[in-house]
């Protein structure tokens, strides 16, 4: 497995490798690699020759009052994930490099970035949408493997692939949880025990709501309801936003009859936890 | 020569080429090809296996009050252009193709595109830019060629590839004049023989300006202002701005004692005329 920390390093190693005409998989991280990360390494090895994990906690998408400070870095164990998974390059670029002091260009995705996650963090998805264009034209890679449990994410960086033409696939990958159902994130270990309990209430909750449209419930105010009631049943739980979306354009819907997400974002204590599902109504439409 | 007209025809040609290692050079043109034009692709026949022209007249970089509708569209004449040039591949694409009706996403250069013409057209780099982007991921040139009269532009397209570590060189050709000094545009085809003689106005000041530096002078205001008097001694002539700037970072200067671009925008009748001299004051410095 070969580190590589300066960009046009990188450049060279994947340059080689397109001339020999290896296929690039990329798992984008943030570093903190769980099992959910790992589900995309193992995805990316399936599909690729060439298996890259860059790791870089990226300061655009972070808002002031965020956690970047605090974001948990913890190189040498991430290191010793990506050998064990049989990568073949770590990109660990250096954030001066990344965003010299008279950097200037930034790749937005209108109107996608500004509703759910995108109220209470207005530049978030301008900070992702713009490291993704510098790692995939540094990486040159063929794919990119996300996670649906950042689905708001997975849905604007389809869209920028799609406007921008650039020559790369977006694969989403399901939510990887632990038993009990938490959905795995790298901001779990922010949580304390009760903490923790709390978070459970998530997926209960979208579990909840995927009942109720499976037994028929079209009403999307109804099943909010729903939601909200289960989530603040937790001590520690203060709700951030439950939306049902159009899985494609994120618009709210008052019926649901299409293709959805229920995505819901929820402080739990400091952390921010967030979590979703689609519902596919196509063939077995209720 | 091959003319395509679909993104992922062109595509597909453009891996062929690729996957054979020919080097690709790429003129993006909005059409009604001048010898402006002729000697970017010059320079790109030289210095490529590949050389594609690109025609489309880019709506994102018209203003809502702007030319759109009637900026020049000479097709025919212009592939005759290209034959004639011996180019291999010109790109039309269409408009729909570009920009389907949901289209989203955008990439900016923030601070160099809201000075001198980002004042009066303050979306037209953004519109630039993405065009720009799109071109480079369809075609994956290896270099592309800008003429200098857009200053503005390629400084901020070079700009947007070191940022975004877009993997094409960006290279800059003199701008080609009349005999009379006239700097070539598509746009000099909406001038009368009236209008035409003002637009000298605007390379005469420039001479000046560099003759006056020349000699010594360093005061940016009354350099500033001798441009100003002899633009004003038009009968057609409305400045729209005259700007002595770092040719970087196109900060306004004082004094004129580093590398500096002086750039000017006049309205000749309803013609919007642009104009501009880098002066190197490196070795040679007074």
Request: aromatic share 6%; charged share 30%; hydrophobic share 40%.
């Amino acid at each position: 497995m070969v580190i590589v920390e300066s960009i046009n390093n990188m450049k060279n190693e994947m340059k080689t490798c397109k001339e020999k005409g290896l296929s690039i998989g990329l798992v984008p991280t943030m570093g903190c690699l769980h099992a959910g990360h790992m589900s995309l390494i193992k995805k990316a090895r399936e599909e690729n020759d060439i298996v890259v994990v860059s790791i870089f906690v990226n300061p655009t998408q972070f808002g002031p009052n965020e956690d970047f400070d605090r974001y948990p870095r913890t190189r040498e164990k991430d290191l010793e994930v990506c050998r064990a998974n049989n990568c073949d390059f770590v990109f660990l670029p250096q954030s001066d490099e990344m965003y010299p002091e008279d950097f200037l260009t930034f790749v937005e995705v209108e109107d996608l970035g500004k509703v759910l996650c995108g109220i209470s963090r207005p530049t978030h998805f301008r900070g992702v949408t713009t490291i993704l264009t510098k790692l995939f034209n540094i990486t040159k890679a063929n794919r990119a493997y996300f996670g649906q449990k950042d689905a708001q994410q997975l849905i604007i960086v389809k869209k920028m692939v799609e406007d921008l033409n650039m020559d790369i696939e977006i694969i989403g990958c399901p939510t990887v949880r632990e038993d009990d159902g938490l959905a795995l994130s790298s901001r779990n270990t922010y949580l304390n025990d009760e903490e923790r309990k709390d978070g459970l209430l998530l997926y209960k909750s979208l579990t909840l709501a995927k009942d109720l449209i499976l037994n028929g419930e079209k009403d999307a105010g109804v099943i909010k309801k729903e939601i909200e009631n289960t989530i603040n049943s937790g001590k520690n739980t203060s709700i951030d936003y439950i939306e049902i979306v159009n899985n494609k354009t994120l618009k709210p819907v008052l019926k649901v009859e299409d293709n959805i997400l229920i995505a819901l974002a929820v402080n739990v204590g400091n952390t921010r936890l967030i979590d979703n599902i689609f519902i596919d109504l196509g063939e077995e439409a209720i």
